[in-house]
T-cell receptor
């Protein structure tokens, strides 16, 4: 059974740039959730995708957007990067309403 | 709004010294309470799900319990490899988990 994978591992961008983060779900899972984790804090929910549709969103501005593909992999896009966007971005896959299993994360640094 | 508060923020124990971590929550209709372990720079690792007050689950040296207002993660005779940040999360809406800030646990040999 393949676990959740994310790419890239680390990323450095400058303010105003755009970034795309990628996630491959665990085998058999059709739901993907994205979280932002600042240093020393718990993860914060960004949004969730189910069957290629956004299925819930946290308190994040529209410049955070996502996609889910037919193979259940997913992308998180962030436009107009700000310094406060520096964080660990976590992807979690699950079956609907079941336990969420997290990937290793992508560390984004915005300079 | 759902809220989760974990205490203490950090805990240092000697190897073999048992203790408990606390997770207090307020939620409008609990669908599940989750415990995760997170090592530095890595994603959270799923440990337990609890659904109703009175429920308990165990895994090796860890035991999680749930009441209507809080959950405890009991660690019995811990080893240095149990050092990690332990995260608690609640689910009231189908889509999202609301996490606490975590308890950073250090076990000294």
């Amino acid at each position: 059974e393949t676990g959740v994978t994310q790419s890239p591992t680390h990323l450095i961008k400058t303010r105003g740039q755009q970034v795309t983060l990628r996630c491959s779900s665990q085998s058999g899972h059709n739901t993907v959730s994205w979280y932002q984790q600042a240093l020393g804090q718990g993860p914060q929910f960004i949004f969730q995708y189910y069957r290629e549709e956004e299925n819930g969103r946290g308190n994040f501005p529209p410049r955070f957007s996502g996609l889910q593909f037919p193979n259940y992999s997913s992308e998180l896009n962030v436009n107009a990067l700000e310094l406060d966007d520096s964080a660990l971005y976590l992807c979690a896959s699950s079956l609907p309403n079941n336990e969420q299993f997290f990937g290793p994360g992508t560390r984004l640094t915005v300079l | 709004e759902d809220q989760v508060t974990q205490s203490p923020e950090a805990l240092r124990l000697q190897e073999g010294e048992s203790s408990s971590l606390n997770c207090s929550y307020t939620v409008s209709g609990l669908r599940g309470l989750f415990w995760y372990r997170q090592d530095p720079g890595k994603g959270p690792e799923f440990l337990f799900t609890l659904y109703s007050a009175g429920e308990e689950k165990e895994k090796e040296r860890l035991k999680a319990t749930l009441t209507k207002k809080e959950s405890f993660l009991h660690i019995t005779a811990p080893k240095p490899e149990d050092s990690a940040t332990y995260l608690c999360a609640v689910q009231s809406q189908p889509q999202k988990l609301v996490f606490g800030q975590g308890t950073r646990l250090t076990i000294n040999p």
